[in-house]
Each structure stands twice: as C-alpha cells, then as structure tokens.
C-alpha cells in the first residue's frame, strides 16, 4: 500500500520524485523553522543520501540471501530477497571494452561500481581473474592463459587481458553507480520554480518505494527525526494543496 501511494504521489503530484522530496524536505525545514534549503545544498545532500542508500541494498542483499539459504523467506511480495535483487537489478549494464593502444588495457566505463561475477566475457568465455602472484605460475604451467580461457589483471580503472592478442570482443557485465540527482529550475523573480526541461536535470534513480527513506534520511542532515508516517502526512498535505491550485 505504501508502495502504490508513493507512486501516485509521483505520478499525480509534480511527475518526478525529486521535486516530491524537494518540496516535503522544504515544508518541513518551514515548519521546524530551519530555514530555506537552496538547490545547491538540497543536490549535494541528495547525492549523499542516494549513495548511502544505494551501498545499503548489498548489505541487505546479503542479509536477506542468508536468511532465503536458511528458508527463513516467503514467497510473491514477501520475498524480500527478491525486492532487493529487483531494487539492485535497475543498474545492471553490459557494455563492450575499448582497446587503449597506449596502455595495452580495456579502459573500464565510468560509471562502473563493480564488476559482476563472471562479467568479463571474451566472445563467449568468462575471463577469469588472476592476481598478481598467479601469473608466474600461469605463465610457466599448462593453465597459461589462451584465447579459450583468457585471465585479466585489475587495475582500478583498466583491465589487462592475456593473451595480448585479444584486443576485441571483449565485454563487461557490471552494476553502474547512480546518477547523482539534481534538482534543476527556473528563476521568476526570487522564487525558484521547478523546472525538468534543464539539460542537467537528474531524478533519484533509486526505487520509487525508497522516497520516505530518502526524505528521512535528508532530513537527519539537519537534525530533524521524523517517522515514515509523517513524511505520508506531509506527502498527501502536498497533493491536496496541488489540487486546490488547479480547481481554483
């Protein structure tokens, strides 16, 4: 049930759930008399809340896959396990490698956070991971890297993948870091009214069940403890006053 209200909250109130959480976080700064928060300061603590939440969901997706190991889940919508995966699952990305000439390495994407398991395929084999140590022993062995069972060394933001031969083909499954959030507008006079048509306009990318995390999880920022069902209160408080505006 929250789920769905939070989602008809989006939908019907401003579209995006950006300006929702802008326009709760504000009101109750107002009434807590906090003062105003200025775009810049709303986008800066939004990056960091979204990035905090987001390095949440593997924690939680470990915790909930021990406890599905120990059959301690259900099934259909309290399969939690599940909604975790399925909040991860949004950032998955496969993307080809390009071939740096310069450093002999596949330059990783930019927005990568890390690499699935098995993720780097060479054409249709997994590269397998080699440390440092291994390549010794790999080099003078019958388990010497091929284009068959190819290995690659990690180097932060670069892959090396041996054979040297293999300078194509090769692709990379991974989990992308979210796009940091921002709260674009327009200036009328000194009111800063919303505005998503802004090139650099950037909703949460986090799931819509996450906007009263999200809202929580800001309002800390400033000292302000609220609970999930006050962030409903002030949620349906917004839609009503939108709504006023469009009957008058």
Known sequence: ??????????????????????????????????????????????????????AEYFVDANLQQNKENRGLTNKNYANLPQLVRQKIARFHKLESLTYNVGTLNFDLPSDIYFIEDNGLLYNSNVIEEAQGADFGFLS????????????????????????????????????????????????????ELFDATISDYQDFELHTSELSNIVINMLSYFGINIREAEVTQYAEALKQNEENKEQQ
């Not at 989602?7 to 109750?28: A, E, G, R, W």
């Not at 892959?159 to 327009?186: F, H, N, S």
């Open 140 to 191: 003078s062995s019958l388990a010497s890297p091929s284009v068959t069972f190819p290995v690659y060394e990690n180097y932060m933001d670069a892959i090396r993948v041996y054979p040297a031969e293999i300078q194509t083909g090769v692709t990379c499954r991974y989990l992308r870091k979210p796009a940091d959030p921002k709260w674009t507008y327009t200036s009328v006079g000194d009111v």
């Open 1 to 54: 049930m929250r789920l769905l209200f939070f989602m008809y909250i989006c939908i019907n109130f401003s579209n995006t759930m950006i300006d929702t959480i802008y326009q709760i976080v504000k009101v109750v700064l107002n009434k807590e008399l906090r003062g105003n928060i200025t775009p810049d300061e709303f986008n800066k603590i939004a990056k960091q809340v979204q990035d905090e939440i987001f």
